[in-house]
């Protein structure tokens, strides 16, 4: 089955710095990639998705993401951070013959005034 | 549009009680899922249900029942609670009509479920 590792569990960023967070990926043929965040209490929302095509991606909220394949990543970006952005963020991978997608642990990030 | 609906928000239960979680999504969605999350592994695959009449076990599935009432409707049971199923529980709902299609999944706000 497919697998993610986000590496980094919990990261602090001032408000206006750039942001990257990690995603790697285990799966053997092209994977379906997402991108949630979840604020405290909430449920998962959607910030964008990777399924075929152009490798960059871009989501809600001013966020992107770009799909590596040779590098099994997926990380995600966003060039100036709120303090609305703190919450935990997940990486998913789906695969096309299965309903199983598999989250990572997440990360959480902490933004500073 | 309420999109995906849990009860209860919140339960405490004891060693060995029951009780059912219940889910309802009104995006005319074929598949629909639960999940557990626990800190520190991200969100658990419980048990899906890829259509009406139909459900599946995922990757943490042991002392759970699901069962797919209607297309609208997914329930998931602990027929005798354990500490260990202390969790946040989510449940989602997805579009999917099969063999290579993929569509992301829409969770509800989760029930948190503690076990004494």
Redesign the interface.
Known sequence: AQS?T?PD?HITVSEGASLELRCNYSYGATP?L?W?VQSP??????LL?Y?SGDTLVQGIKGFEAEFKRSQSSFNLRKPSVHWSDAAEY?C?V?A??N????????TRLTVKP | NAG?TQTPKFQVLKTGQSMTLQCAQDMNHN?M?W?RQDP??????IY?S?SEGTT?K??VPNGYNVSRLNKREFSLRLESAAPSQTSVY?C?SSM?TG????N???????TRLTVL
């Open positions: 993610v986000q569990i379906y997402f949630y209490g909430q449920g998962l929302q959607l998705k399924f997940f998913a789906g096309p013959n309903n199983d997608m598999r989250f990572g642990a997440g | 995906v598949s899922y999940y520190g592994m991200g969100l658990r695959l899906y890829a599946d995922g990757e989510f989602a999917r063999g290579s299609s993929y992301e999944q829409f969770f509800g706000p989760g």
